[in-house]
C-alpha cells in the first residue's frame, strides 16, 4: 500500500488526492510530513504542494457535490483531527470513484465522520463571530485574543471584514499562534514566531488606547445592572457561554 506524505496544508491535501489518481495507487494513505512514521511494508511518496492540481480537485469536487458538503469538507479539516485527513482523504475518492450521491449515505463511517466534525467547527464559528470581543490599541488598531478548539479563523475573516470595514483590527488565536490582520483593504494573516502557542496574547494595560479602560469598565457596569438577580441561570448561562470563552469576553473579566 502507497503512503502519500504532504505538507498538512488543504492544497497539500488535495494535491495528494491528484497524485493518488495520476500513480493509480490503488488503495492509500495520507500522512503529514510531521506524523509520517516508516514501516516495513508499502512504499512512501513525498508530494509536493501544487496549486493547480489541488485547484484541479476542487473544481471536480464542486461539480460532483453541493455547495454545504463542499464547506463541510473544508470545515472538517480545520478541526485538526488526528484521523481527520484520513477521512478526507478517503471520502474524496469515493466521491470521484462513487459520485456526489455519496454524501448522502451515512452508514458510510467517512461521511458520517466529515459530517460530525463539520457541524463542531461550523457551531465554533458562529460563537466565535458572537464572543469576539476587542480592544483598541493606542495606534488605533482594534485588538482581540481567541483560542477557538478548532481552527476557524479562515472561516470568520469575511464576516469581519464586512461588519469593520472601516477600521483597521486583528483577531490573533493564541492556540496556534497566527492571526488575521486587515489593513481596511484586506485580510491577511500574521503571526508571532517568537511567542509559543498558549500564549494568552492580551496587550498589557500601557499599549491599550486612552480611553479603553474607560470603556472597557462602562461596558462592565451596564453588564452588571442589566442583569436581573431574581432570573439568574448559571446553568443555561454557561450552556450559551461556555466557560472557556469568558477570559476574553470583556464583560466576565473583573478585577
Known amino acids: 500500500m502507497h503512503t502519500l506524505i504532504f505538507d498538512g496544508s488543504f492544497p497539500g491535501l488535495l494535491t495528494a488526492v491528484f497524485e493518488a489518481y495520476e500513480r493509480r495507487t490503488g488503495e492509500a494513505t495520507v500522512s503529514t510530513n510531521d506524523t509520517y512514521q516508516p514501516g516495513l511494508l ?11 492540481k489541488a485547484r484541479r480537485v476542487w473544481r471536480g469536487l464542486s461539480r460532483t457535490i453541493d455547495r454545504q458538503w463542499l464547506n463541510n469538507v473544508y470545515a472538517a479539516f480545520l478541526a485538526e483531527q488526528p484521523t481527520g485527513n484520513q477521512h478526507l482523504f478517503a471520502l474524496i475518492r469515493m466521491i470521484f470513484d462513487r459520485g456526489g450521491e455519496t454524501v448522502n449515505n451515512y452508514g458510510n463511517p467517512h461521511v458520517l465522520q466529515v459530517s460530525s466534525w ?37 472561516l470568520i475573516a469575511g464576516h469581519f471584514k464586512n461588519r469593520y470595514a472601516d477600521q483597521r483590527w486583528m483577531i490573533y488565536d493564541s492556540a496556534r499562534a497566527y492571526g488575521l490582520y486587515y489593513d481596511g483593504a484586506a485580510v491577511s ?67
Open 118 to 154: 463539520a457541524r463542531k467547527v461550523h457551531r465554533e464559528r458562529h460563537r466565535m463571530e458572537a464572543f469576539v470581543r476587542f480592544q483598541q490599541l493606542a495606534d488605533g488598531l482594534f485588538y482581540a485574543a481567541v483560542k477557538p478548539d478548532f481552527n476557524v479563523l479562515p
Open 42 to 52: 508499502g512504499e512512501s511518496v513525498t508530494v509536493t504542494t501544487v496549486e493547480t
Open 189 to 255: 494573516e500574521v503571526q508571532w514566531s517568537e511567542i509559543p502557542p498558549g500564549h494568552d496574547h492580551r496587550p498589557p494595560e500601557e499599549v491599550l488606547a486612552g480611553n479603553e479602560q474607560q470603556f472597557q469598565q462602562l461596558w462592565k457596569a451596564y453588564f452588571t445592572h442589566a442583569s436581573i438577580p431574581a432570573r439568574k441561570n448559571p446553568k443555561l448561562q454557561i450552556r450559551h457561554v461556555p466557560k472557556r470563552y469568558w477570559p476574553f469576553l470583556t464583560e466576565f473579566t473583573f478585577d
